[in-house]
């Protein structure tokens, strides 16, 4: 069992050694490549690249309008008939029907801004995620004020407060992510061109 277990510590040694190798002239692809191929993969990166980006910022789009969808339909019941729904019958007695009417209203316009935002193709699009948070954030002060004066904290309320909120954050998160790997294209292709030109 000992020779065994020297066996495999010294195998498993000398695949950790050869992950470190770095590799030699006689590899099959260490030839470089010609600018021609640098740019066409460079090109392929910045394709499949604004590719993702339009796929995800639609993704968050679609989620997006169906919150604000489902908030319409909250805003609908509230009107139609009252401290129907549950999670605003919680407030029966501390709020008016018109006071939770008027915040939800607030909160499918934070879902509005978020989605110019994904949607806007200009340089300072990030503003409009940042007055989603503005907004979200008073939300956010406005619905926990009232679930913390309910005698029992209401846990299956709590996406009233961080729901707006917590979709401004994440579309800005989204999109930090995608400038971020746009950024790292952009200096894919000014490495090659910094190639070229020595």
């Known amino acids: 069992m000992k020779k065994l277990a020297r066996k495999w510590r010294r195998t498993r040694r000398e695949e950790d050694d050869d992950k470190f190798v770095l590799p030699t002239s006689d590899d099959v692809d260490s030839r470089p490549i010609d600018t021609q191929e640098q740019e066409e993969f460079v090109r392929s990166l910045e394709e499949a690249h604004a590719q993702q980006s339009r796929q995800w910022r639609s993704v968050f789009v679609v989620l997006l309008i169906c919150y ?96 707006p909120l917590c979709g401004a954050g994440t579309c800005l998160y989204v999109d930090h992510l995608l400038e971020e790997s746009s950024e790292e294209v952009k200096k894919l292709r000014n490495y090659m061109y910094a190639y070229k030109s020595r």
């Open 68 to 163: 604000g969808a489902f908030l319409f339909y909250s805003i609908f019941q509230q009107f139609v008939s009252p401290w129907e729904l549950r999670y605003h019958a919680y407030f029966m007695e501390d709020l008016k029907s018109w006071m939770v009417i008027l915040a939800e209203w607030i909160a499918i316009m934070a879902c509005c801004l978020s989605i110019v935002g994904l949607r806007d193709k200009k340089n300072d699009h990030r503003r409009w995620f940042w007055y989603s948070c503005v907004v979200g954030s008073a939300l956010t002060s406005f619905w926990l004020y009232y679930l913390l004066r309910l005698p029992k904290f209401r846990w299956d309320a709590i996406w009233l407060p961080f729901g």
